[in-house]
């Protein structure tokens, strides 16, 4: 497989690839059960737990701020693809729309088919953390998440939610499905946090 859908990262990108990665000549789809397929006009997001309820739907987002973003993307499994280009909603100004009391201090990303990931709320709260709708100027490919997902980019891929659908915040730390089946809490490719211990 190296050499053909992978490679080595060159010296110069050693301040881009963190340790154990390879670079993918194209942008892989990994998912674990069922694809499912949601329909713009049919997507909810909504907000719960210790935040004050909301629901929003896609034309809510739409009317946000849109940003450009290009980012690297780190998967657990190995690789990475650099100079990812989106197009979608900063989570700092997705914040802005709902009320968080100060008492929480995790969010649990939940998603269309069941998924769920864990994140601290430092870790979800940043500049460069986003709502992506748009990949290499088209429309979210369904297998990539779409019509929406996350994007947190300082974090092994699975952090970034394909298919979400919703916030759920807490005052401690709630494992979501890949925690629970023995990833790592946090997920931090620079420390190669893969696993837990």
């Known amino acids: 497989m190296l050499g053909k859908f992978f490679r080595k990262p060159d010296p110069e990108l050693g301040d881009r690839v963190p340790?154990?990665?390879?670079?993918?000549?194209?942008?892989?789809?990994?998912?674990?059960?069922?694809?499912?397929?949601?329909?713009?006009?049919?997507?909810?997001?909504?907000?719960?737990?210790?935040?004050?309820?909301?629901?929003?739907?896609?034309?809510?987002?739409?009317a946000m701020p849109q940003s450009d973003f290009t980012a690297d993307f780190h998967c657990v499994t190995t690789w990475s693809k650099l100079d990812v280009q989106w197009t979608g909603v900063k989570v700092t100004d997705f914040m802005k729309h709902i009320e968080v009391p100060p008492t929480a201090t995790h969010v649990l990303q939940h998603c269309y088919g069941g998924y769920t990931t864990n994140l601290p709320l430092e870790d979800f709260v940043r500049d460069e953390n986003f709502f992506a709708h748009t990949l290499f100027g088209e429309p979210l490919p369904v297998p990539h998440g779409g019509p929406m997902r996350t994007?947190?980019?300082?974090?092994?891929?699975?952090?970034?939610a394909k298919w979400i659908r919703g916030l759920e915040f807490l005052d401690h730390d709630e494992a979501g499905f890949w925690e629970r089946n023995g990833y790592h809490h946090r997920g931090d490719p620079w420390e190669e946090e893969r696993y837990s211990v």
């Open 19 to 62: 340790p154990g990665q390879h670079l993918a000549s194209g942008f892989p789809v990994l998912t674990y059960g069922e694809t499912p397929s949601v329909d713009q006009s049919a997507w909810e997001f909504h907000v719960w737990g210790l935040a004050t309820p909301a629901t929003f739907h896609w034309n809510d987002f739409m």
């Open 151 to 160: 994007v947190v980019p300082h974090l092994y891929a699975w952090k970034s």
